[in-house]
């Protein structure tokens, strides 16, 4: 990977720290209310002013991730900004061009497939590559998947973000689906991650986060 791949790694996997961070502050609200729901020693109305307060602490906790990740999406926004301006007519991207122009629509889709690969992250050298393939009759439906605007991207993951607080303790599907986009641009970008924050085992993270939130124990 490039430095400017490798930095966006980097603030992804501080992003991913955040939010576990975040959702340690889950775990313990879903303590909490299970506590709270289970007291025998409390009034209906003590119950209340206690998942009250519990649910603050996770709102509060939830805008200390999102103004943390804000600074971190910045930076990914300004790198990837950079990364879709330059432009090298690099030996590997003039023996593309090569190839695609000796073969033209013959092309097999494995070795388009991986030519396209080869420039991800490399928005104008991608945007070279296309021109030469449609001239050539060669299929940009893939490649063309890789050209967007860092910039609109970066905007709507931060918009995600701050669903995350907006839903605090209300909708933790918002979390998932935040590191699913994140992740997905990350690809688009080029960027292969060192760590990924949810492991195979997603099912069983979103069964036990939904559970949390409703204030039910987590076998």
Known sequence: MTNNQLYINECIQTIF??????????????EKKEEIIHSPLWSQEEMERRTSAATAELREA????????????????????????????????????????????DLPYETRHNLVQTFVGQKQALIALISIMEVKGVDVQEAKSYIFKAEYRCE????????????????????????????????????????????????????????????????
């Open 62 to 105: 939830a805008q200390r991730f999102y103004d943390a990740i804000a600074k971190e999406l910045e930076s990914i926004k300004q790198t990837a900004i950079v990364m879709e301006n330059e432009f090298v007519l690099s030996s590997e991207l003039s023996a593309a061009i090569a190839m695609v122009c000796s073969v033209g629509a």
């Open 156 to 219: 709507e993951l931060d918009n995600l973000a701050y669903q995350i607080v907006a839903q605090a303790g209300i909708n933790v599907g918002v979390v998932i689906n935040f590191v699913r986009e994140l992740e997905k641009f990350a690809e688009l970008m080029g960027v292969e991650l060192s760590n990924k924050f949810v492991s195979e085992n997603e099912s069983a993270y979103m069964s036990a986060r939904l559970r949390e939130s409703f204030g039910l124990p987590v076998n």
């Open 17 to 30: 720290g955040k939010l576990r961070t975040y959702d340690k502050a889950v775990k313990l609200w879903g």
